[in-house]
């Protein structure tokens, strides 16, 4: 296993910011929480973005007259450019200061969303969500790299826990919230992205007044190459993913040209880093066999993650037909599952320093909780959906916010910004192929279970379909016949219970990587300067 050196010749300011927590004066436990506060509060924003459009997103596509190709992008948008710009902001993050790129990624995100709240087409709504995106991938891969600039790697875990409960909170909250304002007469689905400007704001002033990191000057040269052929690559990738099976055959001239090119310019995007003096993703880190292994386990966490909270609402509303707000209310289960686990988790592993047992218990849970979910129906009892949501819960807290932990753990002050990007790139990176992927998936399943239950209905059923006004988007039950509506309801479940089935062997590959791990206790004090003192940016291999 390799391990990167920590050093003092490092670049930019990320080395003095650390000292924050490695230095002679150490933050005490309420100068943390109060830096903290305003951070939680921008990771809440962040999430709330996601998931309070989710259960949002059936009324919305129906009004903007979009189809399950539209409710995917606008999934994928936002996952889109906050995967390609996650490691430029952690790059930037070592180069600039790190107070003033997480507001710089706030403003940013108050202005996709309120652009986002007046889109008058799925295009434009799925342009903000590209645009908020980029502020979100700022957020989200800024706080964990000022909680480390922070906190000694010990201590990460208690914090991490608070992490992984915003986490939570918002997840359970945004469904919740964004049922209760599509419910709402008086309000509607746009005021899903008006809401959350205002915590936005709040958290702005809050990190103005409250986080205090220190600032070096320097003369500095940003990637923008690599950031521009990497956001290309997966760009590519995704678009291919999307519309294969549908535009054009998964084995086509436009599937070669397309993967060919996404590898070309992946091609690329490692010969530019090779040479940068900047890299946003410097690949010395990848010689180091744990940040290698927690990556690829984020990359599969990714999928597992984002398959759950998805594709949950289209099951809720479209195959047991509830309303927005209750199924953010059933919902529930698998958010208590994670808020639960990511708290434990993070205080235990403070107290033992161990970390390795969680993220492979993890794994295995997600794994099960995945592949149980995958054999739901339309009219599958509640109880059972719901233990089974808990498990998923339970597996993903142990895993998302641990696998950054245990990377930041092996790496130099002035790598845990890149590091903890790449970490969070991957998972970024998985979630946005996976939803793509999973949404063609689920799309063409829903219509081969809708084309078998018409003709078991006989010849009337497709003129009756025509009646209720599909066109093949996003179905209002409300105006189908009760006969087609039992047909659609059964085809959604089916096919949303299929997408969880795809799912569970990318969580058990995340458990199988995870194995491979190895363990290495946090360190329970400050970094010291002789260890700060070694080769710059020296990768070094541990030959056991």
Known sequence: MASTTPETGVRGGSAKEGDL??????????????????????????????????NALPQIITDLGGGQSAYTWVVTAALLSMTATTPLWGKLADLFSKKLLVQIALLIYVAGSVVAGLSQSTGMLIACRVVQGIGVGGLTALSQIILAAMIAPRERGRYSGYLGATFAVATVGGPLLGGVITDTEWLGWRWCFYVGVPFAIIALVVLQKTLKLPVV????????????????????????????????????????????????LGAVFVLVESRASEPIIPLRLFRNRTITLASLASLFVGVAMFAGTVFFSQYFQLARNESPTMSGVLTIPMIAGLFVSSTVSGLVITKTGRWKAWLVSGGALAAGGLGLLGT???DTE???????????????????????????NQVAPADLGAASSVVTFFRSLGGAIGVSALGAVMAHRVTDYVKEGLAELGPKAAAA????????????????????????????????????????????LAFVVTLFIKEVA????????????????????DAR
């Open 21 to 54: 927590a490695s230095g002679g004066a150490p933050m005490t436990h309420k100068q943390i929480m109060e830096a903290l506060s305003g951070l939680l509060l921008g990771m809440f924003v962040a999430i709330l973005s996601s998931t309070i459009v989710s």
């Open 217 to 264: 000057k320097r003369q500095v040269k940003v990637d923008w190459a690599g950031a521009l052929f990497i956001s290309a690559a997966v760009s590519l990738l995704l678009i291919w993913v999307t519309f294969a099976g549908d535009k054009y055959d998964w084995m086509s001239w436009q599937t070669a040209v397309m993967v060919l090119g996404a590898v070309v």
């Open 376 to 378: 739901i129906r339309y």
């Open 382 to 408: 509640y109880w059972h959906i719901a233990l089974f949501m808990a498990l998923l819960g339970l597996g993903l807290g142990m895993m998302m916010q641990n696998l950054v932990l245990c990377t930041q």
């Open 465 to 508: 379909m025509g009646q209720g006004g599909t066109g093949g988007g996003i179905p209002d039950m409300d105006k189908l016949p009760t006969p087609i509506r039992t047909v659609m309801e059964d085809a959604y479940g089916h096919g949303v219970a299929d997408v969880f089935l795809y799912s569970a062997p990318f969580a058990l």
């Open 522 to 541: 946090l360190k329970s004090g400050p970094v010291k300067a002789a260890e700060k003192s070694a080769a710059d940016e020296k990768v070094t291999a």
